[in-house]
Every structure is written in C-alpha cells, then in structure tokens.
C-alpha cells in the first residue's frame, strides 16, 4: 500500500479531498498537488476530510496554509473535517483551528458551503 | 562520523545511521513511535515525539544539507529517568536562528507554505534546541518528559 493515496468526490458544488495514509515531506506533493489542481480550476470550495490520516507533519498543514488565501480569494474556503487522534491534535496545537474552519463530520463541512 | 558523548543517561544509547531523504522520514517516524512506546510512552504521545522527530530530520535534510544526496543523520535515543532524549547528529549547516513563534495568519496570506517545522518541534516536546557540540557538527536535541514529571522550577 503506498505511503498516502488522496481520493476526490463531488458533493454539488464542493470538493472533498480524502486522503489516506500519512502526509509528510515526502508524500507532501501528492497532497499538494491535488489540491493545487482543484484551486487552479477553480474548484474552491474543498473540504479535507482527514479521517483516514494516520499522522500529518507540518509539510500537510503547510500546503494546506499556502493555498486557503488563494481559495478565499476565488469565493471559496478549504475546510477540514472528521479529524482524529494525533491528527487533530496538532492541528489544534499549531493554531490551525484559528486559520481553517473545522467541522466533526464530513456532512457538516459540506452544508457549511451551503450559503456559501 | 564522529560521536558525541551521550549525556545523563542511565542505559546505553540506542543509534541508527540513516541517508538524509525524505524518502526515510516513515522509516525515523516508525523507528521513533516504537522507541518511545518501549520507553513507556503511551501511544499519544509516541505518536506525538515521532511527529517532532520527523520535523527535525525533514529540517536536516532540507536545510541543513539542502536536499542533496549522499548525506546522513545519526539519530540517538537517550532514555532518562525523567525524560527521553533524541538526538539527531549532522554534519550540514546549522540554522541562522530558530524561530520563536509564528503567525499563521501572516504566513496563510503571504501563500508561504514553509516555516511551521521548529514551531511544531516546540509544541509537541519540553524541549528543542540545535547544538554545535564540534566543528562542522550539527545536533537538534529533542526532549519529552515522562508523564508525572515536573522540571525544577529555576
């Protein structure tokens, strides 16, 4: 099983971004990269579920910091969702909870969009 | 590459030699986790010290020795009564300085998608520093308390 897969679904307008395995400077890119082909295209409201991340470094969180302005800026938001454990964890500890809107569940982070 | 000698342990270190990659980070992470569950650490906070073991070796392999190849990281575990101390021994360039916080806010709008690696380091452990205990040595010193210690108040 490679180190980290990152599937996307459609949800109407918004994007969720599932990645699975663990996200680190070396698996950054692949993260990374689908989220900056979804910006590119202008597929701007994304949200990331992190429910299958076993552990995210700060290359993860870095990717997502370097991308949210860009998404407001085209009328969406990156939003992150169904965080676990250690994942969650570290994002509260980084502050992340103060940058990125973060829901309990999938659903949740999905109606957030609703009004846009 | 040359050793340094281990500080205020009460048993032998243990230290693995690993290429200076990204492609090894899993394998330190790993190595990590499972040292510190050993150590009695309980799965959090392996999770945690392997998570900050990771930061420090991702900022040798890319800034210390700027990704390039041929280069390696001696990691040393160096279990306390109080504390377990990691250690990870280069010999590329040490940090200008070490960043004392960040502002996310700051970082999100300037689209940076660096300078979180020694902030996080910080968060998850008691104690983080570079040390240059020789010439042409680098070593970051990682430390995480046992649970139920509490250091001398200074």
Redesign the interface.
Known sequence: MP?LQVATRRAAEVVVVEPTG?I???TVAEF?GVLNALVEAGDVRIVISGAHLS?V???G???I??????ARAGGGDIRVAALT??VA??FR????D??CRTFETEEEAILSFGGH | MEGIEPLGTERAPLEIDVPAT??C??LV?EATRRAALAEGFDP?AA??I??AV??AM?NV??HAYRGEPGHAVRLRFLPGPDALRIELEHRGAAPASLPTG?D??R???E???????V??MR??MDHVVHEEPAAGVGCWVLERNRAGFRPPES
């Open positions: 180190d663990f680190n400077a070396h990374e552990y470094a700060s290359a969180f870095g990717a910091m370097g991308l949210i302005e860009e454990g250690t964890h570290i500890v980084l502050g992340f103060r940058l | 990204c492609e980070l899993s992470h959090s999770d945690e392997a998570v990771g930061e991702t392999v890319e960040v996310l806010g970082l999100a709008r689209r940076r998608r660096g300078g979180l690696g902030h996080l968060r998850l």
